[in-house]
């Protein structure tokens, strides 16, 4: 959430020439979404500076970098390059003006809790989904729950992994041993991650790193959100796959 300097912002906008003309000549999705990805940071820097002023204590940072994503994705698809205006001058009003219009939404944090509710409910479903329940013995069943509950515990670990502040070191850690285990597993788990296909990589990193939900990152990679589920599922497939589990842990420290 660190501020971005006004060169950093201009090597951006550098970097990304090729895809803006990619993007509005041929309509490149691809280059659409490095796009988005690109100027990722700015949306959060202007996030960060809204959340620093914010007067409502229960509303979280996420909330705002949601919104704030929301407002970069609209900018990218109404962005002319050859306005004569930066990106940045064009999209921090709209970015700025989408996080404020949408934490009006967010006032008792009972709506809070239905929102992240309603954002766990599409990754449950993407585990579940195309496996019949008629299972012929209870032997069947237990393990598609075991399954399951698999996915959602990479899930879990990704999400509490705080992957963007990875190298931040609590001021008094916790030297216990099933939290030295956690944290290692919370390592091997990310690394695995940039080991995944790009599309796959795209949608775990948005998701558990962004906190983006699956409609979201459906528009910023230009795809349906039922192809954002199916990548869900394959992912975390692919990560429990990878997974060995043993019981040595480094306690070295």
């Known amino acids: 959430m660190g501020n971005l300097s006004q060169s950093d912002v201009d090597l951006i906008q550098v970097e990304l020439t090729a895809d803006w003309f990619a993007f509005r000549r041929d309509a490149d999705m691809n280059a659409r979404a490095r796009i988005i990805e690109g100027f990722l940071p700015f949306a959060r820097m202007l996030a960060a500076k809204l959340f620093a002023k914010r007067t ?3 509303l979280e940072y996420q909330d705002y970098l949601q919104y704030a994503t ?9 962005f002319d390059p050859n306005c004569g205006v930066k990106f940045e001058t064009f999209s921090s009003p709209r970015i700025t003006g989408a996080i404020l219009n949408g934490i009006e939404t967010l006032g008792e944090k009972q ?11 599409p990754r449950v479903n993407s585990i579940k989904a195309g496996v019949s329940m008629d299972y012929k013995s209870p032997e069947a069943l237990f393990s598609r729950l075991a399954e399951v509950a698999i996915g959602l515990a990479i899930g879990f670990v990704l999400e509490d992994s705080g992957m963007y502040q990875a190298d931040i070191e609590p001021a008094y850690p916790d030297n216990t041993y099933q939290r030295i285990e956690l944290r290692q597993l919370q390592k091997r788990i990310v690394s695995l991650v940039n080991l995944l296909p790009r599309n796959e990589r795209s949608v775990i990193t948005y998701h558990y790193l962004q906190h983006l939900p699956f409609g979201e990152i459906a528009a910023i990679l230009g795809v349906t959100k039922g192809r954002v589920s199916q990548i ?3 992912a975390l497939q692919k990560l429990q ?3 060995r589990f043993d019981d040595t842990v480094d306690l070295s420290f």
Do not use: P
């Open 241 to 243: 796959a990878s997974i």
């Open 70 to 78: 929301i407002g970069l994705v609209e900018s990218v698809d109404r």
């Open 111 to 121: 709506q809070q809790v239905s929102a992240r509710k309603r954002a766990l409910a």
């Open 56 to 58: 409502y204590a229960e």
């Open 232 to 234: 869900h599922k394959e």
